[in-house]
């Protein structure tokens, strides 16, 4: 320790307190050997103040952010390297000071971003030190990498949301085979009678306007039903081929092309062109891209500034197989809604706007093609979804 500390610390050194009785070179060595466990230690360790000023640092600490101690001490310790990526940070930093300061023993996470620039994540403490009358005279900051603990904790998170998620695909699937196959045959007598009545020229307006009325309602029950069935079936589809992905992804767009000139929402397409063909149903795609395209034109609903609104579809060629970025600028989701959004029937929208149903056939219809799926999504920003195709060889599905 050679910097002199500032107020509250005259008295003190880290490392280097020689007490009374001992021998200077005892002293010494004492010093030494305290310094070296210090520095060796896994965790970042400092002194300062109880005003928050840095007094010293352990060598971990330096090292991590590829700083000199000459650069931090004698400085206030929110102003060191390991916080100034974040005014918020610097902030609860400086409130916590002021709480260990008062007695309090203060634990947080925090982030600090490495020398190589990537952000880590750290288990932080502040412990007071008082001295013989219990005076806090020192803060003792102390921070625990945790980063890798973090990404095995979201690996494991996201293992087991994939496994609820699959557990829950095939109970639905099971489950909407049987109610697909009961309530087909009356709805389709439902609405047949209701397009009757409807024609009928004995009816009143009064009778035809209430027929339209049921005839509404059990389309949309249809179409319920009809996204159900994409559940109940494991096995692929009849049309299963193979196929360039950007067939499909064409074909999704004729259909939707005009409703988002509409909106005012234009489409960027940036189709690879050699592309290696992948196994699958043109049918199930077209629908998987469907449901990609309406859900980025009803999340532009809610965007009131005048952005250029725009969706991007990129497919390219990658190791194995074809990678389809696809892209809006929209309102993009919070984290709770992004990790819901695969669950049948989660949906944000109004009553009878959406059925909750577009994005877990999304996954079904994934799965089957043996694909990957990865969002990134920040509110009113927009959101990415990367999917990722294999090229498998062709097998012609037998089930
Ligand atoms: N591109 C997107 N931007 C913002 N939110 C999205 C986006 N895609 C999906 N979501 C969110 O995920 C929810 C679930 O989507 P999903 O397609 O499964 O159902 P839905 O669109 O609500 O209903 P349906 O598809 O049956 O009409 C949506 O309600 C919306 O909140
Ligand atoms: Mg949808």
Redesign the pocket.
Known sequence: MTDKPKSGAEHFDFVGDTASGHSLRQSQQSDRMLRAILDQTFQFIGLMTTDGTLIDANETALKFSGVNKADVVNKPFWEGPWWTHSPQLQQTLREAIIQAAAGKFVRFEVTHPAADGSIHHVDFSLKPVMDDVGNVCLLIPEGRDITDHKRAEEALRAAHLQLAQSARLVSVGTLSAGIAHELNNPLTAILGLAQMMQKESDNTDKTKEEAAIIEKAAFRMK??ID?LCAFCTESASEDWTQLNINQPIQDSLILLKTQLKDRGISVNLQLGEDLSPIPGSSRELETLFH??I???R??FDSIKDDRKKEILIRSERVSGGVRIT?K?N????TEE??E?????F????TVG??????????LGILRRHEGKISID?KLSE??T?ELFFPDLAFEQDTN
């Open positions: 179409t319920v996204h449901n990609l309406t859900n980025s009803d999340a696809f809006d929209a309102a993009g989701m809604v992004k819901k959004i695969f669950n049948p989660f949906t944000t929208k706007k959406g059925t909750g149903l577009g994005m877990s056939v999304t999504t927009g959101t979804f």
